[in-house]
């Protein structure tokens, strides 16, 4: 079992590592004391923007400072296996792999992914990448080159949850490679939304913003119907949690609100949730990165008064959807002093997406506050504890 470090806690370790006092980070990341104090010994939360900010003067990205999950034995030989089959990304195999048979197989890895079984989902991603390569250069037409950006994109989604950020920008770039073969104007929109993740995870929100703002501009001019309430919806699902990062809370409630105004438009026209390329678009998912966006933008409040029953409003929805709300829930009631409805919803979490929950950072960083303030362990923490590999 794990025992990599939670977010605040990997904080501590890392400026300890340099030799630095908490008044000299600090000053440099421009944070007071009594936060990055609070944060290390447990008090607060390690929010993503402050973990962005105190790792420019260290030199890190955001998730370097967060932690990078680690790897379990067994996933090490598949892990590389992967590596290979993204560098041989021009590289077709000698057999083709028939369109229908792809197609399923592809239909399993967004089975995996949405239940966030990791354990299934690496194995099986070097063969499938490979297939799905094979099948791409060999029939050449929109829809294998589409295949192949969705299995990039799910290896961007394994890659980025886990912060390992160097396949994970490998991955977008091979996506963005991959639908560009073709005219393909939706999966050009679903690899700028991915693409926009990685700015997310570096903490580099403006660039990612600026991203996200080109991408819907060349969607709603490219497609039209559904397909661009689609492609234009999902990019401001990915613009509002940018925004909600943005270090002047003011422009930061600007932006995200121009986003949630879009993304419930465009939702309307959607009216229902639709499973799109591994993704899930509609009304819901709207709602769940509105919550999290105003957990982001410090107003706890506002996040958990979007709704009085979260199990129904998430009703339907994939683990890898319900997992983070849950998280995000906790955040907010932690935030407003409630640490055992905090509990409560981690708990959820935990129980809905268990794999997810433990590379999760918030939900990592979110049990580790938990279990400083709560000062007394029960059996709850406990069983959280062991599952997460962090010690009470």
Not at 145 to 172: N, Q
Not at 228 to 236: K, S
Not at 244 to 265: M, T, V
Not at 361 to 374: C, I, T
């Amino acid at each position: 079992m794990s025992t990599d470090l939670a977010p605040g806690a990997n904080l501590a370790a890392l400026r300890k590592e340099r030799g630095w006092s908490q008044a000299h980070l600090a000053k440099k990341a421009n944070i007071s004391v009594s936060l990055l104090s609070k944060i290390e010994v447990g008090d607060r939360t390690l929010t993503p923007a402050v973990a962005a900010a105190v790792g420019k003067p260290m030199g890190l990205s955001m998730a370097e400072v967060l932690g990078t999950a680690a790897v379990a034995r067994r996933a090490k030989q598949p892990l590389e296996d992967l590596r290979a089959a993204i560098r041989d990304y021009d590289l077709p195999g000698p057999g083709a792999t028939e369109d229908s048979r792809l197609s399923a197989h592809l239909g399993t890895m967004d089975r995996y992914r949405k239940k966030a079984d990791v354990t299934k989902l690496l194995p099986m991603l070097p063969k499938l990448l490979r297939d799905a390569t094979t099948h791409a250069h060999t029939a050449n037409n929109p829809g294998a080159w589409m295949m192949l950006a969705d299995v990039y994109s799910t290896v961007y989604w394994l890659a980025a949850r886990h912060r390992w950020m160097d396949m994970a920008e490998l991955a977008v770039t091979r996506q963005r490679w991959a639908v560009e073969q073709q005219p393909n104007p939706l999966g050009e929109a679903i690899a700028a939304r991915d693409r926009a993740g990685t700015y997310l995870n570096f903490g580099d929100v403006e660039r990612g913003l600026s991203l996200v703002d080109m991408a819907i501009t060349k969607a709603q001019g490219a497609l039209d119907s559904t397909n661009r309430d689609i492609a234009v919806c999902v990019l401001n699902l990915r613009g509002m949690t940018l925004a909600g990062r943005l270090k002047d809370k003011r422009e930061a409630k600007r932006e995200a609100d121009r986003h949630i105004r879009s993304a419930l438009n465009t939702a309307q026209g959607i009216g229902r949730e639709l499973d799109v390329h591994g993704l899930t678009v509609g009304p819901q998912n709207v709602f769940t990165h509105r919550l999290a966006t105003c957990v982001d933008l410090g107003r706890p409040r506002e996040a958990l008064a979007l709704t009085d029953d979260l199990s129904a409003a998430l009703t339907g929805m994939p683990p890898t959807r319900v997992a983070p709300t849950y998280i995000n829930a906790a955040r907010a009631q932690l935030d407003t002093g409630d640490r055992d409805g905090a509990l409560e919803n981690l708990s959820i979490a935990w129980n809905a997406a268990p794999q997810f929950a433990r590379i999760h950072p918030m939900g990592r960083e979110v049990f580790r506050v938990l279990s400083s303030l709560h000062r007394r362990s029960n059996a709850e923490l406990l069983r959280l504890s062991k599952l997460s590999g962090i010690k009470v």
